[in-house]
């Protein structure tokens, strides 16, 4: 397929599921790092290993004399001999020695980032106390002491929460160049994976959503469960940065979603991610084959999901206790759709990554439902309500409607579908209408139940506007019994069809959304078996009161 | 998770695939090949693997010696000696060594599943020319002679089109022990992985359908499109099969689908087969993982689907150029939702499995599209037109509702929609209506248009006995205007709806079902998204044309 070598900078768990992807590809792959058994060498053996450190240039230069294109799992390497090779010309480095030694450097990056428009939240250098208290005053407290280099999960930051503590964090993160970041109160963080050839081609993979415990990441949601909308734009945001670093490969670019809809750029790792790793089992291409091929200047692979929904979390270490840290997998393996990535490490210890878990499902409700045991053997105390985007929109054209359409909403709640509810007028909001109608498969939804009484044009408006099936519900107004709301919504023209149920029958419209997200997800379709099974039933239970009361007394 | 060493023997793709997946689990895996870089072991690097034949009883011993379980990838192996090993008890042998003998040998294993009432094609013991002459007599021509042992891929199989042919054929399968098979019409090759604990504990993967060409295996397609009634008893014969048989792993199960919808099974593989490598990318668990789990006595992962649809091309040699053979993968590298597997293997000749692509799609038709242009670049001169199951049902009263029902279905056609038309009637074949009804869900249909006019029975009937979403079409009588009809289709009693849709307007019974497929099938929301923008733009044509022409003369 393609004969160019690679080497990698570092051998742990990103190094090692690059190898997984490079074998499929039958791609040679060699290892710098300083265990012979590190977890990446040991799924390769065909190639001769290099053991030794990856910031080692005597290292580094004996791994070129190898390979035609160097490559890194970490970005905390020695940026000026891979600067050196790069500009030598006869090995290739992607991503480029540039762009790692400007991420490597958290200040820096801020600074490209900035200087390329991308929105970060306020920072300054802050060489000095004085510098620090300072930035105290301009960005009120709380704010971020980072340190400037090697941080990464939660090391190297200090939340500096008053003046009393500028010290103390300046003592905790002594003899590390350091910055301060305006606290960004963010209400999800979330991530994306972004891929650039060195052509300059970019793709980006779905934006997730992450879950931080203790600093490190614990769970990644994908998709994120947030208006589709504020993702497009996100991910625009992730795209247009990763465009400005020099070189190829995969980026993980890690964000905060703000309260008024806005994003910030959080960080850029120059490398596969912890929150890509879900791609392995959810995407059409993985973070670490896209790696392989944009590297190699091969086609980039669709990075669309192939599954409805996905979750991932990881298995950290608690202490040295293997056995522990395993718990979580025998949950995961008597659960569908989990699948179980062990990295091969031979010593466990509180906070390492030991592995992570991947979990599917045909819709993220099933995904969550199937988290759950996993998450209690990781974490038994811990109650988590994770969000979940609606599937099914009720809107009416006014309040007064509200008593027949929740009875509807009443049903979609027993069965555990996720909806919203609103009001939407087709006369007295048109241009509501306009933008609730278009934005609605965006923004994830899958039907629509509308309800309109009168001249009832609320459904077959909003028909016309959006490419979803929608549910029309005549609702009864106090003249003509609803025939003129039920002929309005059910006489539509050819093209542009409303599905309609009885007058005033809301919980038929529910039901009716319920069975077109079960045509689709099995789980929900069992639900409706079971509904109707349990209507059945009720009737048989009368016919036997009946029977045994007597019609008289019944 | 599991401190067992395991031993393979043999180290070819199937033993590699089994290593990626017991990697992932921390699994400690040792094999046995004559190559010191068989497939297997290039992927493997923490254990000294064993150069030498996997028919070497010496060998066989060798590896033995080191490990708690054995298994093979290969069922040609030296089975008395597992059968020592097995008995002397110290180390497991998975499946059992009596398993492997009796599949190993196609004549016993055909005994042995009569004797279990398997159903197989007729077959007779052909010990000489007299026996093979019986049993063209018997069978009638053309019938199947084949090797008793050591036959895959079509080798060892032979036509007997006529009475001349047998000198022929005894003459081409001289030196091997032979039988006879009765030729089986079938209309399609199925096949299904099974997996069974060493518990008995027996669970199945989808079925799919096999194409062969030159007598070996071609194209997988998961799920197979065939109705689901038929699948699922294949499914119990394939599951009831390898119930008989001791000893824990995955089993290939191979059957013939008769024209009557009958289920013959043909052959069995004690091992993980390459009808069940789409299970990496599109199943919960792949047969390599789940072959790991039986074999250790793990818990047995899920078997379902996670995509909808997948179909597997092998990439064969065709001769000893390795460039040719690789062709098909670079149309794969730009393929949305391919995957590529090659199994690092030196050399290429004819017939090689080097390696095999899967295809997963939101949809069997986005699959089949996405599949072409492999297939283009593999077989250029070959046209080959693949089934799909219907996705969409419709039905009507009476043959007199079709002038206004077709109109619908020639909309589903120009969508490219997968459909079925029939006529089910509600008072005249009642018993019908209620057998298409309970068994739509489980063939495939996602959602059933049902078309009737006067009393109109006949969607509220249908929607009363599938959870399946059911759209009424009122169809116009002679007397009423249809209103009759659209008040016996719209005003469903609470409990069980019926999407309607405008007097005689199938059109918008087709369109409100591709809108429900489209909810859950982005490339069809598409289609939608622009048939609304073809018919924007036709009204818009006639403004235009009425503008200049003016409303006289339009």
Known sequence: ????????????????????????????????????DAPAKQIES??????GAFKDATKIRELAENVDVLTVEIEHVDAHVLSEIEAEGKVKVHPSAKTVKTIQ???????????????????LDTPNEVAVLAAGKQFGYPFMLKSKTMAYDGKGNYVVKTEADVKPAMEALKNLPLYAEKWAPFVKELAVMVVRRANGEVRAYPMVETIHKNSICHLVIAPAQVDGAILSKAQEIAMDAIKTFPGAGIFGVEMFLMQDGSILLNEIAPRPHNSGHYTIEACDTSQFENHMRAILDMPLGSTAMKVPASIMVNILGSSTDMVECYKPCHEALVTDGATIHLYGKKECRAGRKMGHITVVGESMMQAQERLKP????????????????????????????LPVMKVGAKILKDFGIPFELSIVSAHRTPMRMVEYAQSAAKRGLKTIIAGAGGAAHLPGMVAAMTSLPVIGVPVKGSSLDGVDSLHSIVQMPRGVPVATVAINNSTNAALLAIRMLGAFIPGVLEKMDAYMKRMENEVLGKVERLDSVGWEEY
Request: net charge negative.
């Open 1 to 36: 397929m393609n004969n160019q070598k690679v080497g990698i900078l570092g051998g742990g768990q990103l190094g090692r599921m690059m190898v997984e992807a490079a074998s499929r590809l039958n791609l040679s792959v060699t290892i710098l790092d300083a265990p012979t």
């Open 46 to 51: 065909t190639q001769a290993h290099i053991h």
């Open 105 to 123: 450097d958290k200040y820096f990056q801020k600074q490209h980032l900035t200087s390329h428009g991308v929105p970060v939240s306020e920072y």
């Open 374 to 401: 996993i998450l209690k053997a990781m974490e038994p105390d811990v109650e988590r309500h994770l969000s979940l985007r609606p599937l099914v929109g009720i809107i009416m054209g006014s309040d007064s409607d």
